[in-house]
């Protein structure tokens, strides 16, 4: 072997090593997101049916489970619960409304699905970032549902298809928003559709629209596309 193919064989070896260590670790990263999303998945349905058998509750969680990607790049709306003093169970909130503690209490207020996506999900009393991981989330001080003015509503849009408002970008005009609290249902009609800049969503957050008091309306709201997040796509119904 000539000496210019010996000097290649070290070179080779070690690109191999690299390129073995740059799939390992990619394989390792999807598995931990995949085992991640599982966790999700199966902790949303468990606190559905818990919500739907106690109506009203409050659920433990740890507060550094289960982040979500983009989850530090949340409006300034959502990071809130709806009191103040409505967050950790243990230990205070820092400036973002993020818990400082391990043990956060989820507020229950209600469910909220969409059959024709089949979306189903815990509704938190509070959109803040804990809350978010784990279904979607009432804007504090939008209004009560079945109540007149704006029922606002966030939610991340995962890319492990069908977790949380994933699918919500296949809702289309006529489709059904149901929220059930309490033992009510309060079913939402979806009849506006729109795909804006971020800097645009405070029009579409207003509690009241000019020309339409009183009206019982619903707006959800993710960020799109999916995986990029650079816009905003948000849902509007009205009560039925």
């Not at 993020?98 to 969409?114: E, Q």
């Not at 938190?124 to 549902?145: H, I, K, N, Q």
């Not at 059904?176 to 309490?182: A, G, M, Q, W």
Request: with cysteine.
């Amino acid at each position: 072997m000539s000496s210019s193919r010996k000097a290649l064989v070290p070179v080779l070896v070690f690109w191999l090593c690299g390129v073995s260590f740059i799939l390992a670790s990619a394989h390792l990263r999807n598995e931990e997101y995949r085992s991640g999303e599982d966790a999700r998945e199966s902790q949303i349905q468990s606190m559905v049916d818990r919500i739907g058998e106690e109506d009203s509750s409050e659920i433990l969680v740890d507060a550094d489970a289960l982040p979500v990607s983009g989850e530090e790049d949340l409006p300034d709306e959502t990071v809130q619960s709806s009191e103040p003093d409505a967050s950790p169970a243990d230990g205070a909130s820092d400036i973002a409304g993020r818990p400082s503690g391990n043990t956060y209490s989820l507020r229950s207020y209600g469910t909220i699905s969409i059959p024709s996506i089949g979306c189903e999900l815990p509704l938190w009393d509070g959109a803040g970032t804990v809350e978010l991981r784990y279904g979607a989330g009432r804007m504090p001080l939008s209004c009560e549902a079945g109540k007149p003015g704006n029922l606002i509503i966030f939610g991340h849009r995962m890319r492990r298809y069908g977790s949380i408002f994933n699918r919500l970008g296949e809702v289309a005009i006529g489709d059904s928003i149901l929220i059930v609290r309490n033992g009510s249902t309060f079913t939402y009609t979806v009849d506006q559709i729109e795909t804006i800049d971020p800097s645009e969503l405070s029009r579409y957050m207003d509690m009241e629209k000019e020309g339409d008091h009183g009206s019982c309306r619903i707006t959800l709201i993710t960020c799109t596309p999916t995986g990029v997040g650079s816009h905003r796509l948000v849902i509007i119904g009205h009560l039925i």
